[in-house]
Protein backbone atom coordinates (compact mmCIF):
# COMPACT_ATOMS: atom_id res chain seq x y z
CA UNK A 1 0.00 0.00 0.00
CA UNK A 2 1.32 3.46 -0.82
CA UNK A 3 2.00 6.18 1.52
CA UNK A 4 -0.81 7.95 -0.34
CA UNK A 5 -3.39 5.29 0.18
CA UNK A 6 -2.52 4.92 3.79
CA UNK A 7 -3.25 8.92 4.28
CA UNK A 8 -6.28 8.88 2.21
CA UNK A 9 -7.98 6.15 3.99
CA UNK A 10 -6.44 7.46 7.23
CA UNK A 11 -8.64 11.11 6.19
CA UNK A 12 -11.81 8.74 5.28
CA UNK A 13 -11.66 7.58 8.44
CA UNK A 14 -11.04 11.11 10.34
CA UNK A 15 -14.05 12.41 8.55
CA UNK A 16 -16.49 9.40 7.59
CA UNK A 17 -16.20 7.99 11.27
CA UNK A 18 -15.00 10.37 13.35
CA UNK A 19 -16.71 13.50 11.74
CA UNK A 20 -13.90 15.98 12.13
CA UNK A 21 -14.13 17.60 8.74
CA UNK A 22 -9.77 17.43 7.77
CA UNK A 23 -10.53 17.89 4.30
CA UNK A 24 -6.07 18.12 3.99
CA UNK A 25 -2.94 17.56 5.19
CA UNK A 26 -2.53 20.84 6.76
CA UNK A 27 -3.54 19.52 10.33
CA UNK A 28 -1.79 16.51 9.94
CA UNK A 29 1.29 17.95 12.25
CA UNK A 30 -1.24 19.36 14.84
CA UNK A 31 -0.97 17.86 18.37
CA UNK A 32 -4.48 15.72 18.57
CA UNK A 33 -5.91 17.01 20.54
CA UNK A 34 -6.07 20.62 18.51
CA UNK A 35 -8.07 18.98 16.12
CA UNK A 36 -10.49 16.98 17.97
CA UNK A 37 -9.02 13.69 18.47
CA UNK A 38 -9.66 12.91 22.61
CA UNK A 39 -8.70 10.14 24.87
CA UNK A 40 -12.31 9.17 23.59
CA UNK A 41 -12.05 9.58 19.55
CA UNK A 42 -8.79 8.09 20.35
CA UNK A 43 -10.54 4.85 21.49
CA UNK A 44 -12.87 4.83 18.06
CA UNK A 45 -10.03 5.73 15.94
CA UNK A 46 -8.09 2.95 16.91
CA UNK A 47 -10.89 0.27 16.49
CA UNK A 48 -11.40 1.89 12.57
CA UNK A 49 -8.25 2.08 11.80
CA UNK A 50 -7.08 -1.85 13.40
CA UNK A 51 -10.21 -2.36 11.49
CA UNK A 52 -9.56 -0.98 7.69
CA UNK A 53 -6.18 -1.68 7.28
CA UNK A 54 -6.31 -4.99 8.99
CA UNK A 55 -3.75 -4.83 11.51
CA UNK A 56 -3.49 -4.91 15.62
CA UNK A 57 -1.42 -1.81 17.23
CA UNK A 58 0.73 -3.02 19.67
CA UNK A 59 0.13 -3.38 23.66
CA UNK A 60 2.99 -0.60 24.80
CA UNK A 61 0.69 2.02 21.46
CA UNK A 62 -2.79 1.74 23.55
CA UNK A 63 -2.03 5.05 24.53
CA UNK A 64 -2.95 8.42 23.45
CA UNK A 65 0.45 10.32 24.65
CA UNK A 66 2.22 7.89 21.81
CA UNK A 67 1.04 9.98 19.39
CA UNK A 68 1.55 13.53 18.81
CA UNK A 69 -0.25 13.83 15.62
CA UNK A 70 -2.18 12.49 12.85
CA UNK A 71 1.20 12.34 11.07
CA UNK A 72 2.50 10.16 13.63
CA UNK A 73 -0.27 7.92 13.41
CA UNK A 74 0.05 7.23 10.16
CA UNK A 75 3.80 6.68 10.45
CA UNK A 76 2.96 4.08 12.73
CA UNK A 77 0.08 2.50 10.72
CA UNK A 78 2.78 2.13 7.73
CA UNK A 79 5.32 0.73 10.11
CA UNK A 80 2.70 -2.13 11.07
CA UNK A 81 1.81 -2.94 7.67
CA UNK A 82 6.01 -2.93 5.72
CA UNK A 83 6.53 -5.81 8.95
CA UNK B 1 -23.45 -0.97 57.23
CA UNK B 2 -26.06 1.40 55.65
CA UNK B 3 -24.65 2.57 52.07
CA UNK B 4 -26.26 3.94 48.56
CA UNK B 5 -25.91 2.78 45.02
CA UNK B 6 -25.22 5.09 42.33
CA UNK B 7 -23.10 5.62 39.27
CA UNK B 8 -19.98 7.11 39.14
CA UNK B 9 -21.86 9.91 36.48
CA UNK B 10 -25.12 10.34 38.46
CA UNK B 11 -22.52 11.82 41.34
CA UNK B 12 -20.28 14.78 39.91
CA UNK B 13 -20.20 16.61 43.05
CA UNK B 14 -18.32 13.89 44.59
CA UNK B 15 -15.81 13.72 41.36
CA UNK B 16 -13.24 14.78 43.95
CA UNK B 17 -13.38 12.13 46.20
CA UNK B 18 -13.64 9.76 43.92
CA UNK B 19 -10.26 10.70 42.04
CA UNK B 20 -8.96 11.07 45.35
CA UNK B 21 -9.75 7.08 46.40
CA UNK B 22 -8.39 6.49 43.11
CA UNK B 23 -5.08 8.18 43.24
CA UNK B 24 -4.48 6.21 47.14
CA UNK B 25 -5.37 3.43 45.91
CA UNK B 26 -2.06 2.13 44.58
CA UNK B 27 1.95 2.83 44.57
CA UNK B 28 2.77 5.96 43.28
CA UNK B 29 4.05 4.23 39.90
CA UNK B 30 0.52 2.99 38.82
CA UNK B 31 -0.32 6.49 38.05
CA UNK B 32 2.52 5.76 35.24
CA UNK B 33 0.41 3.10 33.70
CA UNK B 34 -0.85 4.77 30.35
CA UNK B 35 -2.88 1.58 28.55
CA UNK B 36 -5.87 1.87 31.44
CA UNK B 37 -5.36 5.46 31.48
CA UNK B 38 -5.81 6.00 27.93
CA UNK B 39 -9.30 3.61 27.72
CA UNK B 40 -10.59 5.06 31.12
CA UNK B 41 -12.57 8.00 30.07
CA UNK B 42 -13.60 5.74 26.80
CA UNK B 43 -15.18 2.83 29.25
CA UNK B 44 -16.32 5.39 32.12
CA UNK B 45 -18.58 7.37 29.03
CA UNK B 46 -19.72 4.40 27.30
CA UNK B 47 -20.48 2.30 30.19
CA UNK B 48 -21.60 4.82 32.82
CA UNK B 49 -24.29 2.61 34.06
CA UNK B 50 -21.00 0.08 34.93
CA UNK B 51 -19.42 2.23 36.97
CA UNK B 52 -21.21 1.75 40.63
CA UNK B 53 -20.48 3.86 43.03
CA UNK B 54 -21.06 3.15 46.78
CA UNK B 55 -21.37 6.01 49.31
CA UNK B 56 -21.85 6.47 52.97
CA UNK B 57 -23.74 9.73 53.56
CA UNK B 58 -21.90 11.49 50.70
CA UNK B 59 -18.52 9.87 51.55
CA UNK B 60 -17.26 7.67 48.73
CA UNK B 61 -16.65 4.15 50.13
CA UNK B 62 -16.11 2.01 47.11
CA UNK B 63 -16.06 2.03 43.40
CA UNK B 64 -16.54 -1.23 40.96
CA UNK B 65 -15.79 -0.39 37.73
CA UNK B 66 -16.42 -2.58 34.82
CA UNK B 67 -17.23 -2.62 30.97
CA UNK B 68 -18.90 -5.18 28.16
CA UNK B 69 -18.16 -7.46 25.85
CA UNK B 70 -19.01 -10.59 23.63
CA UNK B 71 -17.61 -13.52 24.29
CA UNK B 72 -19.01 -17.36 23.36
CA UNK B 73 -15.66 -19.19 23.93
CA UNK B 74 -15.40 -21.29 26.65
CA UNK B 75 -13.31 -19.73 29.81
CA UNK B 76 -9.93 -21.80 29.13
CA UNK B 77 -10.53 -19.78 25.73
CA UNK B 78 -10.29 -16.42 27.51
CA UNK B 79 -6.85 -14.67 26.45
CA UNK B 80 -3.99 -14.47 28.27
CA UNK B 81 -3.33 -10.51 27.41
CA UNK B 82 -5.69 -10.23 30.23
CA UNK B 83 -7.14 -6.76 31.08
CA UNK B 84 -5.60 -5.34 28.29
CA UNK B 85 -7.33 -8.10 25.61
CA UNK B 86 -10.40 -6.66 27.34
CA UNK B 87 -10.11 -3.16 27.24
CA UNK B 88 -9.18 -3.50 23.41
CA UNK B 89 -13.02 -6.34 23.35
CA UNK B 90 -15.33 -3.79 25.13
CA UNK B 91 -13.82 -0.60 22.69
CA UNK B 92 -13.65 -3.34 19.54
CA UNK B 93 -17.39 -4.39 20.08
CA UNK B 94 -19.01 -1.54 21.19
CA UNK B 95 -17.98 0.18 18.03
CA UNK B 96 -18.82 -3.05 15.39
CA UNK B 97 -21.94 -2.88 17.32
CA UNK B 98 -21.89 -6.27 18.71
CA UNK B 99 -24.54 -6.87 21.54
CA UNK B 100 -22.47 -8.09 24.74
CA UNK B 101 -23.07 -10.85 26.91
CA UNK B 102 -21.09 -10.60 29.19
CA UNK B 103 -18.94 -8.54 31.11
CA UNK B 104 -15.11 -7.57 32.77
CA UNK B 105 -14.21 -6.23 36.08
CA UNK B 106 -11.77 -3.48 35.34
CA UNK B 107 -10.82 -2.47 38.87
CA UNK B 108 -12.75 -2.43 42.50
CA UNK B 109 -11.25 0.17 44.71
CA UNK B 110 -12.32 0.67 48.25
CA UNK B 111 -12.08 3.43 50.90
CA UNK B 112 -9.04 2.11 53.13
CA UNK B 113 -11.34 3.84 56.01
CA UNK B 114 -14.10 1.05 55.29
CA UNK B 115 -11.92 -1.96 54.66
CA UNK B 116 -13.03 -4.90 57.18
CA UNK B 117 -16.63 -4.52 56.59
CA UNK B 118 -17.18 -6.71 53.92
CA UNK B 119 -17.33 -3.98 51.18
CA UNK B 120 -15.49 -6.71 49.01
CA UNK B 121 -18.35 -9.31 49.01
CA UNK B 122 -20.72 -6.27 49.07
CA UNK B 123 -18.92 -4.78 45.72
CA UNK B 124 -19.03 -7.88 43.59
CA UNK B 125 -22.02 -9.06 44.90
CA UNK B 126 -23.18 -5.84 43.17
CA UNK B 127 -20.97 -6.42 39.94
CA UNK B 128 -23.36 -10.07 39.63
CA UNK B 129 -26.32 -7.91 39.95
CA UNK B 130 -25.72 -5.88 37.43
CA UNK B 131 -24.52 -8.85 35.37
CA UNK B 132 -27.52 -10.78 35.58
CA UNK B 133 -29.94 -7.82 35.71
CA UNK B 134 -28.14 -6.82 31.98
CA UNK B 135 -28.84 -10.24 31.36
CA UNK B 136 -24.72 -11.23 31.02
CA UNK B 137 -23.76 -14.59 31.03
CA UNK B 138 -20.31 -14.23 32.75
CA UNK B 139 -18.32 -11.68 34.48
CA UNK B 140 -14.76 -12.00 33.72
CA UNK B 141 -12.04 -10.61 35.94
CA UNK B 142 -8.60 -10.36 35.02
CA UNK B 143 -7.88 -9.84 39.07
CA UNK B 144 -4.63 -8.34 40.47
CA UNK B 145 -3.98 -10.93 43.40
CA UNK B 146 -4.11 -8.18 46.32
CA UNK B 147 -1.44 -9.64 48.66
CA UNK B 148 1.14 -11.05 46.32
CA UNK B 149 3.12 -7.68 46.66
CA UNK B 150 3.79 -9.14 50.04
CA UNK B 151 5.20 -12.35 48.36
CA UNK B 152 7.46 -10.74 45.18
CA UNK B 153 9.48 -13.17 44.69
CA UNK B 154 7.16 -16.15 44.76
CA UNK B 155 6.12 -17.53 41.38
CA UNK B 156 2.72 -16.10 40.39
CA UNK B 157 1.01 -19.46 39.41
CA UNK B 158 2.31 -21.11 43.27
CA UNK B 159 0.72 -18.16 44.61
CA UNK B 160 -2.59 -18.33 42.88
CA UNK B 161 -2.41 -21.64 43.82
CA UNK B 162 -1.72 -21.30 47.47
CA UNK B 163 -4.36 -21.89 49.44
CA UNK B 164 -5.34 -21.06 53.39
CA UNK B 165 -5.90 -23.97 56.05
CA UNK B 166 -9.29 -24.28 54.84
CA UNK B 167 -8.35 -24.82 51.84
CA UNK B 168 -9.81 -21.64 50.10
CA UNK B 169 -7.33 -19.44 48.44
CA UNK B 170 -4.68 -17.74 50.23
CA UNK B 171 -4.83 -14.46 48.52
CA UNK B 172 -7.87 -12.37 50.13
CA UNK B 173 -9.75 -10.65 46.64
CA UNK B 174 -9.12 -14.03 45.04
CA UNK B 175 -10.49 -15.89 47.85
CA UNK B 176 -13.75 -13.44 48.20
CA UNK B 177 -14.65 -13.86 44.75
CA UNK B 178 -14.08 -18.32 45.02
CA UNK B 179 -16.59 -18.01 48.34
CA UNK B 180 -19.16 -16.55 45.65
CA UNK B 181 -18.88 -19.07 43.15
CA UNK B 182 -16.47 -17.57 40.96
CA UNK B 183 -13.84 -19.99 38.72
CA UNK B 184 -10.00 -19.70 38.98
CA UNK B 185 -9.05 -20.07 34.91
CA UNK B 186 -5.67 -19.15 34.09
CA UNK B 187 -2.65 -17.03 34.52
CA UNK B 188 -2.95 -13.82 32.19
CA UNK B 189 -0.92 -10.32 31.89
CA UNK B 190 -1.68 -7.71 34.05
CA UNK B 191 -0.75 -4.00 33.66
CA UNK B 192 2.47 -3.19 32.67
CA UNK B 193 4.62 -0.01 33.24
CA UNK B 194 7.57 1.53 31.52
CA UNK B 195 9.94 4.25 33.07
CA UNK B 196 13.03 5.99 32.88
CA UNK B 197 15.35 5.21 36.20
CA UNK B 198 15.21 8.70 37.49
CA UNK B 199 11.35 7.94 37.38
CA UNK B 200 11.17 5.45 38.78
CA UNK B 201 13.52 6.73 41.92
CA UNK B 202 10.86 9.31 42.17
CA UNK B 203 7.82 7.11 42.28
CA UNK B 204 9.80 4.57 44.10
CA UNK B 205 12.49 6.62 46.66
CA UNK B 206 14.81 4.08 46.32
CA UNK B 207 17.89 3.74 44.07
CA UNK B 208 18.73 1.83 41.43
CA UNK B 209 22.67 1.98 40.37
CA UNK B 210 23.19 -1.48 39.03
CA UNK B 211 21.02 -3.17 35.97
CA UNK B 212 18.86 -6.17 37.69
CA UNK B 213 15.69 -7.22 39.66
CA UNK B 214 14.68 -4.59 42.53
CA UNK B 215 12.14 -5.46 45.12
CA UNK B 216 9.93 -2.31 45.25
CA UNK B 217 6.76 -1.16 47.86
CA UNK B 218 3.93 -1.90 46.08
CA UNK B 219 4.72 -4.51 43.18
CA UNK B 220 3.74 -7.84 42.67
CA UNK B 221 7.54 -9.02 41.60
CA UNK B 222 10.63 -7.20 40.75
CA UNK B 223 11.24 -4.11 38.53
CA UNK B 224 13.74 -4.78 36.12
CA UNK B 225 16.41 -1.95 36.05
CA UNK B 226 18.48 -1.82 32.76
CA UNK B 227 21.37 0.90 33.63
CA UNK B 228 22.57 1.05 29.51
CA UNK B 229 19.43 1.76 28.40
CA UNK B 230 18.47 3.85 31.22
CA UNK B 231 14.43 1.92 31.60
CA UNK B 232 12.59 0.37 33.74
CA UNK B 233 10.41 -2.36 33.16
CA UNK B 234 7.96 -3.90 35.65
CA UNK B 235 4.57 -5.72 34.74
CA UNK B 236 2.01 -7.81 37.04
CA UNK B 237 0.50 -11.10 36.49
CA UNK B 238 -2.63 -11.69 36.75
CA UNK B 239 -5.25 -14.46 37.25
CA UNK B 240 -8.53 -14.94 35.53
CA UNK B 241 -11.78 -15.54 37.46
CA UNK B 242 -15.03 -16.13 35.74
CA UNK B 243 -18.53 -15.84 37.68
CA UNK B 244 -21.45 -18.02 35.98
CA UNK B 245 -24.10 -15.50 35.76
CA UNK B 246 -26.71 -18.07 34.92
CA UNK B 247 -26.38 -19.76 38.44
CA UNK B 248 -27.61 -18.62 41.60
CA UNK B 249 -25.17 -16.83 43.95
CA UNK B 250 -24.46 -16.99 47.23
CA UNK B 251 -26.57 -13.99 49.00
CA UNK B 252 -28.40 -12.77 45.73
Same mark, same amino acid.
Given at each position: MTANEVKNRVMKILNE????? !?? #? #???? #? #?FLANVGITSMTFIKLLVEIETEFGIEFETGYL? !?????SIRTIISYIEELLNR | MRFEISTVKSRPDLAEQIQKLYAG?????? &? +??RVMRTYWKFVEEE? *? &???ILFTSEDKVIAIANSGAFSFDG????? &????IYWGLRKIANDLYKNKKPNAFMALQITINPEYKGKGLSYICVKELIRLGKEKGYKRLFIPIR? *? +??FKYPLMDSEKYFNWTNEEGLPFDPWIRVHVKLGAAMVKQCKGISVSGTIEEWENWTGLKFPYSGEYIVPGALRPIKVDIDKGTVEYSQENLWLVHDLTRDTVGL
Open positions: RLELN !IT #D #DSKF #D #DD !IKKFE | AFPKFM &D +AEF *S &DHQENTEL &DEGGP *S +AK
